[in-house]
């Protein structure tokens, strides 16, 4: 558990900035003076992700690992649209995904110049095998 949390911490900024997809028609921003935040930042956001994200049987029969990268607009409103998966590792990875960014609840707008505007936004998520084991203490 503690490696998917300290995973997701440390590649949010490199997908946020170095994956940003040029809109696609949207009026969707790709960066903006301030980025749309999960309710209670990102640690908040890491535990959402971690009491919700199961790892797919398959992919655990399968031993696959790796790490799921997906984008979405977070809207002026705070809703979650457009969401699609940039990067698969297979066996359900993607669909697990998927299924839990529906689940999400609305997030702090971003803004620019003041005002409130749509931001696509990059989330890498990962899946390592050995955060199913127990912890050793």
């Known amino acids: 558990m503690l490696k998917i949390l300290s995973s997701i911490i440390a590649t949010f900024f490199l997908f946020d900035f ?24 990102q640690d908040s956001l890491v535990n959402f ?9 398959r992919a655990i029969a399968d031993s696959v690992e790796g790490k799921v990268v997906a984008k979405f607009i977070v809207n002026t409103n ?3 649209s457009d969401i699609s998966i940039l ?3 297979g066996s359900g990875c993607g ?9 999400m609840p609305k997030w702090n707008a971003g803004k620019q110049n003041g005002r409130t505007v749509a931001v696509y936004y990059n ?14 203490k």
């Open 49 to 57: 992700l971690a009491r919700n994200i199961i790892y797919p049987e």
């Open 78 to 80: 705070g809703s979650i």
């Open 123 to 136: 989330l890498p998520v990962a899946f390592y095998l050995e955060d199913l084991l127990p912890e050793k």
């Open 87 to 89: 990067y698969d590792i």
């Open 95 to 103: 669909d697990e995904v998927l299924r839990v960014l529906k689940l």
């Open 18 to 41: 170095c994956l940003a997809q040029l809109p696609d028609n949207k009026n969707a921003a790709v960066y903006v003076e301030q980025m749309p935040e999960f309710p209670g930042g």
